[in-house]
């Protein structure tokens, strides 16, 4: 049975969605969230599941939870990892305070918890698939997958929220910048970029205005199995599936494909050059 570990926000929306999905398809998964009462009462549902009081800004905390999926699992080992943790609030990188104010220092929580945060998971899957499956190719290896949770905010203009943006766009970073070299640890990484979901995330309120404006919602079960078919198809690597509203897509879920550069002469020119001074075929630092 595989081994799945979703890093935070598991207890509820889209985090709990991938739980839910990802139980029901047979596998054991250890999740972290910073809210006890709510991942206690979600791990007390469902079987093969654990829950680990988790906040990703902190390492500690990160790093007792992944040790704690592996003990979940028979084998000892991870096989897929979800990086869901997110936030967003007024931003204050945005707020003017007026001319007659000094700027005052921005809170840049969404970028520690957003960015940061999936930083952390992502050294933390890494080592663990490079510690189970070793640094070169074999056909021994298992595999193992890291999915990053971006947003529409990704590639979307998204106003007034640069922090948010600017961490949603960097999981487009992160998975660029590995998507080449994870073959070496029989390892894919992917992203998952939800459009509006009725979640926590945003109040009532705020999602209420979003849809009085005829804005249609994608829902948290296609998210559920955007996720899985990710997971279900070793093929899939270095790709961003966007969950959508059902009008966009009839699975709830499409890949967009902005992530490569098809027909695209130029930009293939330019990556080509890109990889020059540090080739795939370099390996990696261990």
Known sequence: MKSQLTSLAGGSGLGEAYVRA???????VCFGDRDVHRGQQLASELKDC????????????????????????ATGKIDYVVANAGIIHADDVFTFNGPSQPP??????????????ALYTTKLASHYFMTQNGTSPSPSQTDTCLVLIGSGAAYLDCPRGPQYS???YAMRGIMHSLRRTAYYYGSRINMISPWYVRTGILSHEDFDAVEKAGVQFATMEDAGQCLLRILSDANVNG?????SARKWAERGYVDLDLDEYPGNGLLE????????????EAGLFV
């Open 22 to 28: 990802l139980v029901n398809a047979g596998v054991k």
């Open 50 to 73: 654990r829950f680990v009081h988790c906040d990703v800004t902190n390492w500690d905390d990160q790093v007792r939870l992944f040790s704690e999926a592996t003990s979940l699992s």
């Open 104 to 117: 005052q220092k921005p809170n840049l929580d969404i970028i520690s918890v957003n960015l940061n945060g």
């Open 166 to 168: 600017a961490s949603k």
């Open 239 to 243: 790709r961003s599936l966007f969950v």
């Open 269 to 280: 020119e330019i990556q080509a050059d890109q990889v020059k001074f540090a080739p795939v």
